[in-house]
Structures are given as C-alpha cells and as structure tokens.
T-cell receptor, first 114, second 113 residues
Framework: EAGVTQSPTHLIKTRGQQATLRCSPISGHTSVYWYQQALGLGLQFLLW???????NRGNFPPRFSGRQFPNYSSELNVNALELEDSALYLC?????????????FGPGTRLTVL | DAKTTQPPSMDCAEGRAANLPCNHS???????VYWYRQIHSQGPQYIIH???NNETNEMASLIITEDRKSSTLILPHATLRDTAVYYCIVRVVGSSNTGKLIFGQGTTLQVKP
C-alpha cells in the first residue's frame, strides 16, 4: 500500500512569491492535514480538510490557504512568502472514523524562502 | 487535548530495551495516548496508540498505568535505526476531535553501539 506522497521534495522561492505544495493521501483516506516544522521549532498544525471542506485551522495568517480536491488530494498555498516561512511542510492523511483516525505522514516538502 | 511531559533525552544500548516514559496527568476519559517518532528531517512515523489497555504491535509495546496518568513506550530490542525524537500525544478520537496533533518537544532517543 502506497503511503502519503508529497511534491515537490524541495522548493526554493524568493520573498513575496507564492508557493504551492501538493499532497496525495493514502488510498481510502478522506482527511488531509497540513503541518509546519520550522527549524528549531516543533510541528505546528496548519489545516485540516475532510471531504473537500476545511474542518479546522491552526494559528496561521490567511496567506496560508489550501483546498482538497474530489480525489481527496490537497494543495497548500502560501502567498506573499516571508523568510520565516522557510520550513518543512508535512502532510498527513487519515480515515475519519469513530474510534480510529490515526494520521499517517508523508515525507514533507522543504520550502526555502530567500 | 491534554498536555504531556517527556524527558528531553535518553540513551539506550543497542540490543537492549528502550523504555520511554510520558506523563499525562490531566488526561480525560475519552482521550487516547498516541506515540510517533521522527527521524531527522523525515515525516513523523506512527508507532502505536491506546486508550487504557496495554497494546503491542510489531514495532513496540505501550503500557498505560491503571489511572491513565502516565504511559511507557517500549522498544524491545533497540537498534541504531531507532535513534529519533519520540513524541507522546494525547488526543480525542472521533467526532469530537479537532484534527490537530499537538507535538511537544518529545524525547530524543540515542541508541548507542
């Protein structure tokens, strides 16, 4: 069974540009989660999508946005990039069940803002 | 979601059992204990989770105290590849959950030859 995949592996942008990161969940998973891990900081929850809708959002500015497509894949868009947006961006997926919704993570996209 | 406390670092000899403790004294009755690990710059890897009974899978065992205020993750025969940051997370599962995992600082486990 294929795991969560993310693309690109690395992304280099300059300040003020926009970045688009992509995530494909495990087959059968309807929920996708995004996290940010900046250097020296812990993993911070960004967004949760399920069945095409945004279900929850972390404490990030509106220039962080995303969407989930009918095939449950997802995009994370970061507008007006700032230097501090440089981080590892992780995507996770899960089923959405009453007793189990374990999140499985992808390998991440390393975003560098120059 | 309840807060967890873990020691910042631990060492373990290769081939020996690694016992990683976690304190979650404010855990609620409907909160599960989850363990993940993150090997340098990779995505976190799910290890195991449990509600109140002890659990075992091919990777590890999870021992939860009877009052559920603490737990221990056991890697029975640690290898060098088990060197990682281990995160203990407490969360609600199901319709009441917020979707987010709250990662603390975790325990850096160093397995030594």
């Amino acid at each position: 069974e294929a795991g969560v995949t993310q693309s690109p592996t690395h992304l280099i942008k300059t300040r003020g540009q926009q970045a688009t990161l992509r995530c494909s969940p495990i087959s059968g998973h309807t929920s996708v989660y995004w996290y940010q891990q900046a250097l020296g900081l812990g993993l911070q929850f960004l967004l949760w999508y399920d069945e095409g809708e945004e279900r929850n959002r972390g404490n990030f500015p509106p220039r962080f946005s995303g969407r989930q497509f009918p095939n449950y894949s997802s995009e994370l868009n970061v507008n007006a990039l700032e230097l501090e947006d440089s981080a590892l961006y992780l995507c996770a997926s899960s089923v959405r069940g009453a007793t189990t919704d374990t999140q499985y993570f992808g390998p991440g996209t390393r975003l560098t803002v120059l | 979601d309840a807060k967890t406390t873990q020691p910042p670092s631990m060492d373990c000899a290769e081939g020996r059992a690694a016992n990683l403790p976690c304190n979650h004294s404010t855990i609620s009755g409907n909160e599960y204990v989850y363990w993940y690990r993150q090997i340098h710059s990779q995505g976190p890897q799910y290890i195991i989770h449990g509600l109140k009974n002890n659990e075992t899978n091919e990777m590890a065992s999870l021992i939860i105290t009877e009052d559920r205020k603490s737990s221990t993750l056991i890697l029975p025969h640690a290898t060098l590849r088990d060197t990682a940051v281990y995160y203990c997370i407490v969360r609600v599962v199901g319709s009441s959950n917020t979707g987010k995992l709250i990662f603390g600082q975790g325990t850096t486990l160093q397995v030594k030859p």
